[in-house]
């Protein structure tokens, strides 16, 4: 049975992707960003483990929501995050990840872990790019600073660039 290790699971988010959404953040990041909103997932030994399955049907209780992948850094657990958003889609749940890796770091990435391949071919919607405290802009939608992008990964995929999400942003 494959297990994923969490920092938490937060429901009736309006804040971290499009629509309503559940929150599952990963545990563990490397990124060690100044101004983190996350700080307890940034331990690697912190956190619970969970069934993925059971975790699933957790989720997928929640309504009909999308679900968001954040941490922590989702990447670093890539198989894992892989697998949970293969039973999310599905269940018909949009995939949005956030990650403190720019999506150039991780199409890098892809040719030598494919777990990586399959966690970005999952989502729906990436916001890449590490918390950035000197570009914090509370104005901006679903993150925290100027240089994290909203990436369509649907159009990105099709045309092998990466092209902005155009969701209407308040």
Not at 1 to 16: Q, T, W
Not at 35 to 40: A, D, E, M, R, V
Not at 41 to 50: L, T, V
Not at 140 to 161: C, H, P, T, W, Y
């Amino acid at each position: 049975m494959l297990k994923i290790k969490i920092a938490g699971i937060e429901r009736n988010s309006v804040v971290d992707g499009p629509g309503l959404r559940t929150v599952i953040f990963a545990q563990g990041c490397p990124h060690n960003c100044p101004g983190c909103h996350n700080p307890g997932a940034i331990d690697p030994e912190g956190g619970q483990w969970r069934e993925l399955d059971e975790l699933a049907v957790e989720v997928c209780r929640d309504g009909p929501g999308g679900i968001t992948f954040s941490g922590g850094e989702p990447f670093l657990q890539a198989r894992e995050f892989a697998a949970l958003a293969d039973i999310l889609k599905k269940n018909r749940r949009s995939i949005v990840v956030f990650s403190g890796y720019t999506y150039e770091e991780l199409t890098k990435k892809t040719g030598s872990d494919p777990a990586v391949a399959a966690l970005l071919d999952a989502g729906d919607i990436l916001i890449d790019g590490p918390y950035r405290q000197e570009q914090r802009d509370l104005s901006l939608a679903f993150r925290g600073s100027r240089n994290q992008r909203v990436i369509d990964m649907g159009k990105s995929r099709a045309s092998g660039e990466v092209i902005l999400s155009d969701l209407h942003f308040r």
